[in-house]
């Protein structure tokens, strides 16, 4: 029941906050957000290490004539992006204001997104996920729709909500391929992991799925919605949006794709396709962050590139590679966050999102420059903070499977603190260009801000925290 | 206390100096921040000497950093010789700019004098990191710590342009030589299933160990291994050259001088661009069977030696002369330990650290005076009105000249002779020929730095007419220095083929004995060299002051231009990588970003929209119903298929 605990509470509480008065209802999705918070961390904590095979697992027929059932479990990947989602959703709820135009609407749709996402990561039944999978969607696009920021957020959202759609409805021919092409009449990962079909299907089959996937993610070239999405997204959304909606898809890769397809090989191998297109991303990402002025275009850039670090590690296709990639979809959904925060504050009180036009803040919002740093520095991969040990790991991985890979991912390296410090320097150093009086970071604020900065040292110092619940990745036969 | 909390006391006080400045320094009384900022320095030293005295040695683990598969990286320390000899000379020196940046940084506000030492103490904690570090992990979090310290204090006056950049430019280049470094660890660990130097190094000395998919023969072996030691001693090279400035990464180093003048002594001097030669010593059994890569290094050195000096000709910027004279003693000590010779590298090391510090200092007393005037050009005339720090700065020249006694002779030379007395190695006869004219041209070049400076008449644009001397806390460090810098080098007098050799004993249990003994041959060499190195210290004064003799560079003006312009090299890598990134990046969003990856979806949407518009009754534009109705369309298409595949 512990799992169902955690994404039905948010999605009941999210139903009930949006009919609630607003001023209340912050209040209570905190509640709800923190409860489940707290569960989910009770999940984490009495997780057992040593067992091989999924946790907590909950099994109930639902159409059992399909051999459809509602089955729930975790294991040592999954968990973390469980917790991860759920540390974030208190994040977004806390960081969204009071004063907002219908937030108990706002922070309804919040919940239930968060809730969809839980489900995706704890379903271990094909159907089950592909069920959670699309009901994310639906709150992400309403969350678009009514509360997108600039000129024209009902495009980006309809863009956002047609290219996902079109790769998952893809994704649902595959489920259906998949049931048939088995024979065996389940839908169970676990069981359809040892049962794979011939080659050639498998790669028809791997083709859709990953498609589904990599639009997701996004991996390159599929990622042109993200910029607009991520533009139009209202700050406290994209805590969660950009935080831990792009990890559904590289989770999929994880744990639908590369087992239930492992061998998907006929006119090519998929395996060798997909990490190209993953070194594209952090390079393709990374130039375009390189030429954006837009602070918060530079930011979902940076993303498009750190993304493919994840999907590059898990077509490393090794333990090194896969454990990298599950620490930096945890990592980037700290750093993410915390740099789309402070961009936004950023932003607000300079007035423009124009890297360009601003500079020398620095001197007036002391606090807020030296906390950004610490973001910056976590984004670009310093050694002795988060990501530089997913980075390193995800490199290490795609070095043994073939060092041309890791030679190449390691330009992303290189490009990384060209645009991170240009968005520091730019902002915080030189010249002030703006002359009105400004206010450092807030108390709130600093307090979201926190638990952020404090895992980006907890996670870059002691990173084993982590994977030590991921011993299972090795041996559970995932890196085959 | 052991060994272990002795090792991980001595990196902790500066982290724990610069968490305190770092938290509450500003708001607390700027006398905390004097006392913390280089207290926490000298506390550590003062444990380098406990671990000094013990004669302590050990691999210590402390806690599992990270274990994933076969790759188990611990968190542990490696005290030996090396380290301990590294330790000494970080917190040792170390201490003394930190205490002279108490008085140089004073016209600082309170917020940025704490800023100062807060980043000084990331420094000195981070250099230990790396020296003290057991595993090549750590190895690179130290590497890539003291460049962001590095970065941070480059960047320190941070509303200059010219400032910001040049950090930027330091951060990026090290950050290449930080991707050497972790592709080198890479090569090593699928190479041999280790990632401490320990597991590593044995697998590499042991004659029976075979790696994996490997046919095992001894000969084989050597065979089978070579071009992956090769690889991995040429990517760590990436690293070291990066860190050191040495050529072809070296253009950051001339830019660093933006930061205040004792970040440029510790860092940019004494400490943190040495780390490249304790790389190639701590690396040195990868190094001893990478022959090809331990060449490079030997020529790497010794061409970066020469060329800098020359560059150092015809700087005018005092800080900037010293850039180049730093790089220039690098190189020297990259020679050194690319010929093999190990313990006179880190001999050089330790006097380079002396006098370049002294050198520095000295600079930032005449800088400091001189209302941060940089441009030798407007001095002249100095050594009657600041005596103390003119004849500082003389010893420090001296030193750097090599002239006996003074430590800096007896390092240089140990090193000249080493490369000249090499059995069987053309190759290092050649760069011992290179280190050879280089010597000459910087006896030269310091004399020039030195004569314009000091002696002759106040020049007419000098903006102080009566400068006064550096207080006291400015001038003891200097002191300090300039008595080591004097006397320091008694303590290894083998380049006079006779005496005592403290730091090679010291050294020989971590970086082995030098293989060769130098002759009666390589003294006279190395007095000979001295000699014309001197004299072409004081020939500097007839061209430089009394101008008796014509400027060597009225007679080819062209060659002064290309020293001037520094080879051109910032120019060609802006061409070559620095507008090309950017114009791609342009290009990429304006012409394949948004027509053609983004545009196809756009198109294809549109096109939907409008086939959806001719089909649909309400008006177009409500586009969002035909989303509901395509998403319940799809889970009814779900069901009815399951429907269908089951019956």
Redesign the interface.
């Known amino acids: 029941m512990t799992l169902t605990i955690i994404w039905l509470t948010p999605l009941i509480g999210g139903v009930l906050i949006a009919f609630m008065p607003p001023h209340w209802s912050k209040l209570m999705a905190a509640i709800t957000a923190i409860f489940t918070l707290g569960i989910a961390a009770a999940v984490a904590l009495t997780f057992d290490p040593s067992a091989h095979s999924y946790q907590f697992t909950e099994e109930i027929p639902w ?1 059992p ?2 051999a ?1 059932f509602y089955r729930l479990g975790v294991d040592g990947i999954s968990i973390w992006l469980v917790v991860l989602n759920a540390l974030l959703t208190v994040i977004a709820v806390l960081a969204t204001p009071v004063s907002m135009r219908n937030a108990n609407r706002f922070l309804g749709l919040i919940l239930a997104m968060g809730s969809g996402l839980a489900g995706v990561f704890m379903a271990i039944d094909l ?1 089950l996920f ?1 069920v959670f999978w ?1 009901a994310m ?2 709150p992400a ?1 309403f969350l678009l ?1 009514l509360f997108g920021e600039g000129e024209r957020p ?1 495009r980006a ?3 956002f ?3 996902t ?1 079109a790769g ?2 893809l994704m ?1 021919v595959g ?2 391929g998949e ?2 092409a088995t024979g065996q009449h389940t839908f169970d990962l676990a069981t359809l992991a040892t049962i794979p079909p011939s080659p050639a299907i498998q790669f028809g089959l791997f083709f859709v799925f990953a498609l589904a996937f990599a639009i997701k993610t996004p991996l390159f ?1 599929f ?3 993200l910029p607009d999405a991520y533009l139009a997204a209202p700050t406290p959304m994209l805590i969660t949006f950009a935080g831990v909606m792009g990890k559904a898809g590289a989770y999929g890769f994880l744990r639908i794709a590369i087992p239930l397809f492992p061998n998907p090989v006929l006119w090519w191998d998929w395996r060798w396709v997909i990490p190209v297109l993953a070194v594209a991303a952090i390079i ?1 990402g990374a ?2 962050a ?3 002025r837009d602070m918060k275009l530079l930011v979902a850039y940076s993303s498009v590139s750190h993304m493919g670090f994840i999907v590059l590690g898990i077509f490393a296709l ?3 590679g896969q ?2 990639a599950v620490l930096q979809m945890v990592n980037h959904g700290i750093i993410v966050p915390a740099l789309f925060l402070m961009v936004a504050w950023i932003a607000d009180r300079a007035g423009t999102r124009d890297r360009s036009a601003l500079g ?1 803040l ?2 007036r919002m ?1 606090v807020m420059a ?1 906390l950004f740093i610490v973001v910056v ?1 976590a984004a670009l991969g ?3 903070l988060n990501s ?2 997913g980075e ?2 995800t ?2 991985g795609a ?2 499977r073939t ?1 041309v890979l ?2 190449l991912g ?1 330009i992303g ?6 645009y991170m ?2 968005l520091f ?1 730019g902002t ?5 260009v703006i002359r009105k009086p400004m206010t450092d970071i807030e108390t709130g604020q600093l307090a979201l801000l926190t638990p952020l900065i404090l895992l980006m040292f907890v996670l870059g110092l ?3 925290v982590l ?2 619940l ?1 011993s299972a990745l ?1 041996q559970a036969g995932l890196a085959r | 206390m052991n060994t272990g909390q002795l090792a991980l006391l001595l990196l902790l006080l500066p982290a724990a100096g610069a968490l305190l400045l770092a938290g509450r320094g500003w708001r607390m009384p700027r006398i905390v921040t004097k006392i913390v900022g280089p207290g926490v320095v000298w506390a550590s030293f003062i444990v380098t000497l406990a671990l000094f005295i013990g004669k302590a040695s050990g691999d210590i683990t402390y806690f599992t950093w990270i274990k994933s598969g076969s790759f188990v990286v611990p968190f542990n320390l490696l005290v030996d010789n090396l380290s301990i000899f590294m330790c000494l000379v970080i917190t040792g020196v170390g201490g003394l700019i930190v205490t002279y940046a108490v008085g140089y940084m004073a016209k600082e506000d309170d917020p940025s004098y704490s800023r100062f030492f807060t980043y000084m103490d990331v420094f000195i904690f981070s250099m230990l990191l790396l020296v003290l570090a057991g595993n090549f992990v750590f190895l690179i979090v130290g590497w890539a710590m003291v460049g962001l310290s590095s970065y941070f204090l480059i960047g320190f006056w941070y509303h200059r342009r010219s400032a910001v950049l040049a950090a930027r430019k330091a951060f990026v280049m090290n950050v290449i030589g930080d991707v050497g470094m972790i592709l080198g660890a890479f090569v090593l660990f699928t190479t041999y299933h280790a990632i401490t130097y320990a597991g590593v190094f044995q697998k590499i000395t042991n004659p029976n160990y075979c790696p994996p998919n490997a046919i095992c023969t001894l000969s084989l072996r050597i065979a089978t291994d070579s071009p992956t030691l090769e690889l991995a001693a040429f990517l760590l090279l990436v690293g070291a050259i990066a860190k050191s400035a040495q050529l072809p990464l070296h253009t950051w180093l001339p830019d660093a001088m933006e930061g205040p003048t004792p970040v440029s002594a510790l860092i940019h001097a004494a400490t943190m661009v040495t780390a490249g030669v304790y790389l190639v010593g701590r690396m040195h059994p990868i190094y001893d069977l990478a022959v090809y890569a331990h060449a490079a290094v030997a020529i790497v050195g010794a061409v970066t030696a020469l060329f800098a000096a020359s560059i150092a000709i015809v700087q005018t910027d005092i800080k900037r002369v010293l850039a180049y004279s730093t790089m220039s003693q690098i190189g020297y000590m990259f020679l050194a330990v690319g010929i093999g010779a190990y313990s006179a590298g880190f001999f050089h090391l330790m006097s380079h650290a002396f006098f370049k510090a002294l050198l520095f200092m000295a600079a930032g007393n005449v800088i400091h005076a001189m209302n941060d005037e940089q441009d030798m050009r407007k001095y002249g005339g100095l050594l009657k009105q600041l005596p103390r720090t003119s004849w500082s700065f003389l010893i420090g020249a001296v030193s750097l000249v090599g002239i006996i006694p003074f430590a800096g002779f007896f390092s240089k030379e140990q090193i000249l002779g080493a490369a000249f007395s090499k059995p069987d190695d053309t190759l290092a006869l050649i760069v011992w020929g290179i280190g050879f004219v280089t010597a000459l041209i910087t006896g030269f070049y310091t004399g020039r730095m030195w004569w314009m400076s000091f002696a002759g008449k106040p020049s007419p644009d000098r903006p102080v007419e009566h400068p006064h001397e550096a207080p006291s806390v400015m001038l003891i460090p200097v002191f300090v220095l300039a008595a080591l810098a004097t006397i320091g080098g008694l303590i290894q007098t083998r380049a006079l083929g006779f005496g005592p050799q403290a730091v090679s004993d010291f050294l020989s249990s971590a970086v082995g004995v030098q293989p060769w003994e130098g002759g009666i041959a390589d003294v006279i060499v190395s007095i000979i060299t001295m000699i014309l190195a001197g004299l072409l210290f004081l020939a500097a004064y007839r061209l430089y002051v009394t101008r008796a003799w014509k400027p060597w560079s009225s007679r080819f003006p062209r060659f002064q231009t290309l020293l001037e312009r520094k080879y051109y090299f910032d120019e060609i890598y802006n061409a070559a990588f620095v507008r090309p990134m950017d114009a791609a990046a342009e290009f990429g969003l304006r012409d394949i970003e948004q027509p053609l990856i983004d545009g196809v979806v756009v198109t294809t949407g549109v096109a939907t929209e409008a086939s959806a518009s001719g089909l649909s009754l309400t008006q177009s534009g409500y586009f969002r119903n035909y989303v509901l109705v395509f998403l319940a369309g799809a889970c009814i298409a779900a069901i009815l298929i399951l429907v269908r595949a089951s019956s």
């Not at chain 1, 390296?413 to 060209?418: G, N």
């Not at chain 1, 915080?428 to 002030?432: D, F, I, L, N, V």
């Open positions: 159409i004539q399909y459809i159907v592909y699309e969607l639906i696009y729709w009902g959202a309809v863009k909500v047609l290219y759609l998952s409805l649902l489920v259906i049931y048939v070239p990622h042109s919605w393709w130039l375009m390189i030429a954006q090794n333990v090194q454990q990298g020398g620095g001197a002391p030296g520095l310093l050694p002795g530089f040990v390193f790991m490199l290490l070095w043994q060092p890791a030679v390691a390296l290189v490009l990384a603190p060209v410090l240009r320097q915080m150093q030189g010249e002030p002691y990173p084993n994977t030590q991921m090795g």
